[in-house]
């Protein structure tokens, strides 16, 4: 009897770790439930160089990181890069925008592991470390290397 | 009793082993201390401030490379191309034929290169600050698949002399189009 209950403690916890990050419906990820105002916080950085200065320091940071261009427009100020490791990977989209007196940058990606199901990335740290990376290539630019 | 609970302590080791050593997002857009060193290795200037030339230039060297272009972007002087080419190579073919001989298991050959679609990005840049020049930068990756389609490998090119050919072919080309060939 005892070791009955050992097994179906045993079979109960499998399958906890199984089934952990299942969604009761995969329709549920169309929209998924982001906070809008939050997500932006964390995405959004201004700089104060042209659009175009920030969109070549952009391409050159991605360039820096080993990502390979998609797509790229300068009117919407669009640019998409996937990078591909071989456990890895991920796509990002970046979207430069002229406001005024100063040029805002928007980046999201998704990313996807061995073990990790493709998911968009809500880490702040993720963005942070790739405006570090873009903060780096507009100074670089800035003195004209 | 303790049988179980051997099991149980291994299901759990299992479970935070195979979450060691993987890359996680934020190592993804992590500038390493090689970076600068590669985009040296990645870029070469030229001495024309007229972008659209060495853009053109660039062009014409991948098709003579047989790449396909992707993507172009002229206000940024972007451009994407890819191909797929044979990845078979003798010496890993023959190890494995022998291997699957030997051990009586055709599943081995699974692990044999066999295809490789490689990608690249050449991004050309004015650089009139310091001097009058245009630099051309160029990244390459490469993923490499078995004869079933699955992913064995993939990766970022970081030899110097395939870089170094690429820039020479461009310097040939940028002479080719002013002589009109």
């Known amino acids: 009897m005892r070791k009955l209950n050992l097994t179906i403690i045993i079979a109960l916890l499998t399958s906890t770790v199984l089934f952990t990050g299942c969604v009761q419906n995969s329709k549920s990820m169309i929209l998924e439930n982001t906070q809008q105002l939050k997500v932006r916080s964390y995405q959004i950085k201004k700089y104060n160089k042209s659009k175009l200065d920030i969109a070549r320091a952009v391409v050159s940071t991605l360039q820096d990181l080993s990502f390979i261009i998609d797509k790229a427009d300068i009117r919407t100020g669009t640019i998409t890069a996937t990078k591909l490791l071989k456990n890895a990977s991920m796509r990002i989209t970046i979207i430069v925008r002229d406001k005024g007196k100063s040029t805002q940058v928007r980046a999201n990606a998704q990313f996807a592991s061995a073990n990790k199901m493709p998911e968009a990335v809500t880490e702040p740290k993720t963005y942070q470390t790739f405006y570090s990376a873009l903060d780096k290539a507009v100074f670089l630019e800035n003195q004209g290397l | ?181």
């Open chain 2, 1 to 181: 009793m303790k049988r179980y609970f051997n099991i149980l302590i291994l299901t759990f080791v299992g479970i935070f082993i195979s979450g060691c050593a993987q890359t996680n997002a934020q190592q993804m857009v992590n500038l390493t201390e090689t970076s600068l060193k590669e985009r040296q290795l990645q870029t070469r200037n030229y001495d024309t401030t007229q972008e659209d030339k060495i853009l053109t230039s660039s062009v014409a060297t991948l098709q003579d490379l047989g790449f396909n272009i992707d993507e172009i972007n002229v206000d940024l002087g972007i451009v994407t191309c890819s191909k797929t080419r044979d990845a078979r190579e003798i010496g890993q073919q023959v190890g494995l034929v022998l291997l699957a001989v030997l051990s009586g298991n055709g599943d081995v050959m699974d692990s044999a290169d066999h295809t490789q679609i490689i990608r690249a990005t050449v991004v050309t840049t004015p650089k009139t600050k310091l001097k009058k020049e245009t630099s051309v930068r160029l990244t390459i990756m490469r993923v490499i698949k078995n004869h079933k389609g699955n992913v064995l490998n993939v990766e970022t090119i970081k030899d110097q002399t395939i870089y170094k050919q690429f820039f020479d072919k461009v310097s040939k080309s940028v002479f080719l189009e002013d002589n009109n060939v």
